[in-house]
């Protein structure tokens, strides 16, 4: 489903169980729910869309049992840009969020998906990401590990300790991330996860 237009609906675009495929370069403006809803993601690409002024949320998804929510981008919905209600496995990177009253991505994670993705760059090239308090690729916490392209996943450690668990307090972590140049040479700044 590609290149699509929803402007004024209840829901921009309603995918009651999407087991393959791809869904990409689609719109979905000022819809009175969510500008996507999905809700079984058991497979396939969710990549490339913009969801715009929603009185809920831009992009909901419930049950993401695998597959990829990628390079989508949410402007200026009323709550959320993105909210995952039981992420169980699969792939969230690269999504955009921005002038919307909670940017947050993820509700009730289960280890197996990635977390977050953070970029950098760098006139001479990034060639590494760590965690600042431990130097190595787990947080301090062991609850997190960062990749060599900066993408956060949550380890069983985490999990165990219900930390991505949104009825659990605390919601928010904070965590200092290291990223190296080909040079050597480093830069730190925090990262924030939250669960939402």
């Given at each position: ?106 509700m009730n994670s289960i280890f ?85």
């Amino acid at each position: 489903m590609t290149g699509n237009t929803a402007n004024d609906s209840r829901t921009g675009f309603y995918i009651f169980t999407m087991t393959g495929g791809t869904v990409s370069g689609n719109t979905a403006n000022n819809s009175s729910e969510n500008g996507f809803f999905v809700n079984d993601f058991s497979a396939g690409i969710l990549s490339g869309n913009t969801a715009n002024g929603s009185t809920q949320r831009g992009y909901y998804v419930e049950h993401f049992n695998n597959g990829t929510l990628s390079n989508n981008t949410a402007n200026a919905n009323t709550l959320h840009g993105f909210e995952i209600d039981s992420f169980y496995n699969g792939t969230v990177t690269g999504n955009t969020s921005s002038g919307n009253t909670e940017n947050g991505f993820l509700m009730n994670s289960i280890f197996g998906g990635t977390f977050s993705d953070n970029v950098a760059t760098d006139n001479v090239a990034v060639t590494g990401y760590s965690f600042t308090a431990t130097g190595t690729n787990t947080s301090s916490d062991g609850y997190y590990e960062i990749d060599g392209s900066g993408v956060i996943t949550i380890t069983a450690a985490g999990v165990a300790a219900d930390v991505n668990d949104f009825e659990t307090a605390p919601n928010s972590t904070v965590h200092s991330v290291t990223v190296i140049d080909g040079a050597g040479n480093s830069s730190a700044a925090n990262i924030t996860l939250n669960d939402r």
